[in-house]
């Protein structure tokens, strides 16, 4: 789900995309604004949802005062860190196998 406001109105555009670019491919435009965010049109194999986002119309952040209502969302965010090294990790610590274990993946091997 990809969520933009591309033309910086304050109502966003939500878009389930396969890719980080929204209004291409196969991507399925979930209406919030109305005007898909300042595109002219949709791209050529996007479809429109079905069902619109919803809002809260009893919106009152004392910060914000361009508007009173918001969409319901939330964000998750996924981080994910590969180290290239070409030096083994040393794993230091108590050691946790019993030694009945130990037996038992020695006679598994």
């Not at 789900?1 to 670019?21: G, I, Q």
């Not at 209406?31 to 194999?45: F, I, Q, V």
Request: glycine share 6%; proline share 4%; charged share 30%.
């Amino acid at each position: 789900m990809l969520v933009r406001d591309r033309d910086r109105d304050l109502d966003e555009e939500f878009w389930l995309s396969k890719d980080l670019s929204p209004n291409n491919g196969d991507d399925i435009y979930v209406e919030g604004d109305k005007n898909w965010g300042g595109y002219s049109a949709l791209g050529r194999d996007v479809t429109t949802a079905d069902d619109k986002i919803p809002s809260c119309e009893e919106y009152d952040h004392p910060n914000d005062h361009f508007q009173d209502w918001e969409y319901y969302h939330s964000f998750m965010y996924t981080q994910i860190i590969k180290v290239y090294d070409e030096v083994a990790p040393v794993v230091t610590g108590q050691e946790i196998l019993s030694a009945s274990v130990k037996e038992l993946i020695v006679w598994l091997t």
